[in-house]
């Protein structure tokens, strides 16, 4: 019998009965005369922080589902305030592979990437920061739920953040500046809390990167996020070609929107308004969305269909935007039931579509590596992550009419303009966060003068109208992977521009790309990125001339398209 996501049992794991156990398991581990008897003490230590992963993973996607939820939340927090803990116990683990006499042997049965990744870990805590750690995610999830429990009187109804987006499309551009207008109310009455929970979210990392050695958080933050092969000058360069070659042609697109809705003065509440006729949005409700997904994955490939009727069946998927849900949408994996797991925010636009196929290429990747033996391969580092998502968004695009029927065109243009339009924003934030965390003395304020020159710099078609607090520099307020996730967000950029590679492939050999988009899922998290970029048969973004290559096959794509007829 299909056991469903709803009797998945939760318990509070017994930290201080674990830690013993491993604690013993590596003693075990250390007097073991070759790598063989080494594996199977790996392979009881691995049972243990699966189910510690489980439980922490089934706690946080409750919590997040209802946030109001007084057991979850307590347990979320409980998970905050001991993640600490959890990490010392897996850094004995870590410390011992990592210096064991039988470590080549282990690379020869594992790989060489959870080495590197131990060694991270290694590099990325102490104990004497517990502390800190703590702090900093008692601080990120106060800004998460802050946001979370945003409720807005608008249209005669009350609203959260997430039930605003179909108001940013409507073709009254009145009311899609009195809709910003609401939302910035909100933001701009909680300006000072957000401004100051982000100052003692930044004051706390500079601490422990301090503490633990570093020059400032920008190293450490590469640490955490494993960046194995590539370094913070490797990004600049990216930033850099991104503001040449990108944002011109980002430019152009705006400056075309403008004319393709009739304005000569596109305002930002107008950037998400695409054509007259109205945005491209999926016909039907909700049920009839994930129908379709069913009918799309069953025809794509016998890997796709098995995997949604295995999300289906288990009831993986929790979509709709309700009250006190949090906002956005994420895809995890809970170990012990070899289950990914799907969280997102429908609200009637063609968000529903793309979060959807963007969640599900993250579940399909875990899907396809949930044979792995190793934990720390279910799913790659983040950046490569972000490929297999964005890239399904692509590979998806035969079964669009299903979702828009006549629309399908509108949609196909509306969302290619959209990720070539995304880059600059995304590395705008990047490089926000190495100003902020370089500069960790600046006040508040310094910090939103500093994001209006970047935008400046990145974004300069974007006009707030004098709306307050955008044009105090505060837009960045709403992106809560600079909360929450910090040194995340240049990962969708990197990504993106491998996903449109699989774009240009799929639209001249449709099989061969996804037969290497399948290969790259099955590799799983065993390969550092620019390794598995290589797998896939694609050009490292760092690659010299590879971002001039793809953002000029977009653009004369959608140049080829005569856009006011959609």
């Not at 009831?315 to 849900?325: M, R, S």
């Not at 906002?327 to 797991?341: A, K, L, R």
Request: hydrophobic fraction near 35%; aromatic fraction near 14%; include cysteine.
């Amino acid at each position: 019998m299909v056991t469903k996501f709803q009797d998945y049992k939760y318990e509070r794991p017994d930290l201080q009965k674990i830690s013993k156990e491993v604690s013993e398991l590596i003693e075990k581990f250390e007097k073991a005369k070759d790598a063989n008897e080494q594996s199977t003490v790996i392979d009881e230590l691995n049972k243990i922080f699966n189910h510690v992963d489980t439980m922490a993973t089934l706690a946080h996607i409750r919590a997040s589902i209802d946030t109001k939820d007084e057991f979850y939340d307590a347990e979320r927090n409980f998970f905050d305030e001991y993640d600490p803990v959890i990490t010392e116990i897996n850094n004995k683990y870590y410390d011992a592979i990592v210096n064991s006499d039988f470590r080549f042997d282990l690379e020869d049965l594992y790989g060489r990437q959870l080495f590197a990744l131990a060694e991270n870990q290694l590099k990325s805590y102490d104990p004497a920061v517990k502390e800190l750690i703590q702090e900093e995610n008692r601080l990120s999830t106060q800004y998460s739920k802050l946001l979370a429990g945003a409720e807005i009187e608008f249209d005669g109804k009350t609203l959260n953040l997430s039930e605003f987006s179909p108001y940013m499309e409507d073709p009254d551009r009145n009311v899609r500046k009195e809709a910003t207008e609401a939302v910035q109310g909100f933001m701009g009455d909680n300006l000072e809390t957000i401004d100051d929970i982000y100052d003692r979210l930044v004051k706390t990392r500079d601490k422990i990167a301090k503490e633990l050695g570093y020059q400032d958080f920008v190293e450490l933050g590469y640490v955490r996020m494993n960046r194995i092969d590539y370094d913070r000058d490797m990004v600049e360069t990216f930033r850099n070609q991104v503001a040449e070659y990108v944002v011109p042609v980002v430019t152009r697109l705006k400056q075309r929107q403008g004319r393709r809705i009739g304005l000569s003065d596109l305002k930002s509440y107008d950037e998400s308004f695409d054509f007259l006729t109205g945005n491209a949005a999926p016909k039907g409700k909700t049920k009839d969305i994930m129908k379709n997904g069913a009918k799309m994955y069953k025809e794509l490939s016998p890997e796709t269909d098995e995997f949604y009727t295995f999300m289906t069946e288990r009831e993986l998927f929790d979509v709709e935007a309700k009250k006190g849900k949090e906002g956005g949408g994420y895809c995890t994996f809970i170990p012990e039931y070899d289950s990914p797991f799907i969280f997102s925010n429908f609200n009637g636009t063609l968000g529903d579509v793309t979060v959807l196929t963007h969640e599900a290429g993250h579940a399909f990747q875990s899907y396809m590596s949930r044979g792995f033996e190793v934990p720390e391969y279910q799913f790659p580092t983040l950046e490569s992550a972000e490929i297999h998502s964005m890239s399904m968004e692509y590979f998806t695009y035969p079964w669009m009419d299903l979702f828009f029927e006549e629309d399908t065109d509108k949609f196909k243009f509306s969302h290619l303009a959209s990720d070539i339009s995304f880059l600059p924003y995304g590395v705008a934030i990047d490089e926000f966060q190495h100003i902020v965390y370089e500069n960790p003395e600046l006040t508040p304020k310094e910090r939103r003068d500093e994001w209006k020159k970047l935008e400046q710099k990145y974004l300069p078609h974007r006009d707030y109208d004098g709306i307050e607090p955008l044009e105090s520099g505060s837009f960045w307020h709403y992106q809560g992977h600079v909360f929450g996730a910090p040194f995340y967000y240049i990962d969708y950029t990197l990504a993106q521009i491998c996903a449109i590679q699989f774009w240009k492939r799929a639209k001249e050999d449709f099989d061969a790309a996804w037969e290497d988009y399948l290969a790259l899922c099955k590799l799983g998290g065993s390969l550092p990125f620019n390794s598995l970029v290589e797998a896939a048969k694609l050009r490292s973004p760092f690659e010299e001339g590879s971002l001039k290559e793809v953002v000029e096959e977009v653009s004369d794509y959608l140049d080829s398209i005569d856009d006011t007829k959609l």
